[in-house]
């Protein structure tokens, strides 16, 4: 059994910032791509940020500068730092993990419960 547990949403101004983390726990081998989504009521789900097992790093266009997608291996956790946040920013954030639990080469994608950011203006 995974769990991913996310932390960090609420309440900000425009112009402010928010840090979101997702930890990953239960039993299993390995995490590869970690990623950060969001949605908006009645939208398609989209990717926001990507980091490698590797620590390499991408964002979609509208968040670039501004996001800071990051990981702690040791604590199975991803980070999202927003700053300069904007009203349009505000949705549910998804984290996603993309896990090995053996030797064999199924990886599972595994998603955090979402968290609220919004922003006002």
């Known amino acids: 059994q995974v769990q991913l547990v996310e932390s960090g949403g609420g309440l900000v101004q425009a112009g402010g910032s928010l840090r979101l983390s997702c930890a990953a726990s239960?039993?299993?081998?390995?995490?590869?791509?970690m990623s950060w989504h969001r949605q908006a009521p009645g939208e398609r789900r989209e990717l926001v940020a990507t980091?490698?097992?590797?620590?390499?790093?991408n964002y979609r266009d509208s968040v670039k500068g501004r996001f800071t997608i990051s990981r702690d291996n040791a604590k199975n956790t991803v980070y999202l730092q927003m700053n300069s946040l904007k009203p349009e920013d505000t949705n549910v954030y998804f984290c996603?993990?993309?896990?090995?639990?053996?030797?064999?080469?199924?990886?599972?994608?595994?998603w955090g419960q979402g968290a609220q950011v919004t922003v006002s203006s």
């Open positions: 239960g039993n299993f081998l390995s995490i590869y791509d």
């Open positions: 980091i490698t097992s590797a620590d390499m790093t």
């Open positions: 996603n993990a993309k896990i090995r639990f053996s030797s064999g080469p199924s990886i599972f994608s595994y």
